[in-house]
């Protein structure tokens, strides 16, 4: 556990629910699921959620207990949350991300829920995903558009631009099925949640959550949930642009292939067609003629897509090897044949080919005694020459810099592979 989560060792054993008695009970008995609330000055509204979500779980015979994970409150929360039933778990480090994972690795629960402490959610809908959780789900994520999001509980610009575009963006980027990335209530197992790994510590926690779970191939689940108008007097901790972009540059950091990948095998077949097109001469498309100026932006693009799918490897081999994506097997099949040996083979063929063009393209010059040259015709000779040597080292670079990245990794598996005896 991190240094910066601090227990209150005074309430190890406050919030767990006694379902016969209606008491506490002892902190060694089995508790099933672990309801964790993350709090920053939110006297307003944290008593009111503890209280639901204990007495949803009295109710309902659920076996479990209430968490606050405070992230320095000043304004009395810890100490209504305390004497309201919950567990309070202090952490010291700032963070929405920071404060959930403190409470998640506190709890004692085979589930978690978590649930933000505003009063917005719906805490009678525990149930819900208990079910999902006991069906096998390793994620349930709450869906607020299908559960119903009452009048002045969501921002304009949340509910039709920011939510939809982001959970587009991520069902299109990783597959998943949720239709609702950013609902704060959402239940999953917490040894699922130990496999996430999860590194961001602010608000892209949730879509990390969402992005892991289905990387990992985790069964993941939606719940009908309701969205309220939070019930505090103050602006609410999220800052709509600033928190936005922040969740759109974590889902394109995690896919290099939307990133990188895609944007670059576009701009190389691009820029091969225009090549093709263009190379033997001048060609005129309704009325309008394209030549050697046009042949430049094709080269071009063929170099800078090669940059983007080499940034799409390095990237996500680097990933890979730190933990921050899973294993992709396709990877580990192209390495076969994408050896250090083969790049430096197939770019020295580029380099001398390039230097070959050169070449001639100097022996020509030469024949016309190094005078004035049919520029069109030379560019023709050139620009390919050119192209086929900055190929051809980079190719030569990036393939000793794949190396490079390779040498961890393959300590990583090796070191993995051992029997300690």
Known sequence: MSSAIRLNHRVTSTGVLDQLSGGLVPAEKQVELSVVMPCLNERETVGACVRKAIATLRETGIEGEVIVADNGSTDGSVEIARAEGARVVNIDEKGYGNALKGGILASRGEYVLMADSDDS??????????????AGSEL???????????????????????????????????????????????????????????????????????????????????VPT???????????????????????????????????????????????IGCVLLLPGQRVFHGIGFDV??????????????????????????????????????LDRAFRWVTLETGLALGGLLTFLGIGGTLFAVSGWARGSFGALDAEHMLRIVMPSVFSLTMGFQIIFSSFFLSILGLRRRSLQHFAGLEIK
């Not at 959610?121 to 006991?134: G, K, S, T, W």
């Not at 509910?159 to 239940?187: E, Q, V, W």
């Not at 100026?293 to 990933?319: D, N, P, W």
């Open 140 to 222: 349930a994520m709450g869906n607020r558009f299908r559960g119903g999001i009452a009048d002045q509980a969501m921002p304009f610009l949340h509910r039709y631009l920011g939510n939809p575009a982001l959970t587009g963006i991520g069902k299109l980027f990783f597959g998943s099925p949720c239709g609702d990335f950013h609902c704060g209530m959402r239940g999953f197992r917490k040894d699922s949640f130990r496999r996430m790994d999860i590194r961001s510590t602010g608000m892209e926690f949730a879509s990390e959550m969402v992005v892991k779970a289905s990387l990992l191939g985790m069964k993941v689940s939606e």
């Open 226 to 272: 309701t969205l309220s108008p939070d019930g505090r007097s103050r602006a609410p901790h999220l800052r709509t642009w600033r928190d936005g972009w922040r969740h759109l540059r974590f889902l394109l950091m995690y896919s290099p292939r939307w990133l990188f990948f895609y944007p670059g095998t576009a701009l190389m077949l691009v820029g091969s």
């Open 293 to 330: 100026h046009t042949l430049l932006y094709a080269f071009a693009c063929l170099q800078l897509g090669f940059e983007l799918i080499a940034f799409a490897t390095f990237t996500k081999v680097f990933a890979i090897t730190e933990g921050l994506l899973p294993e992709d097997p396709r």
């Open 121 to 134: 959610y719906n805490f009678a809908h525990i149930p819900r995903f208990v079910e999902q959780l006991r």
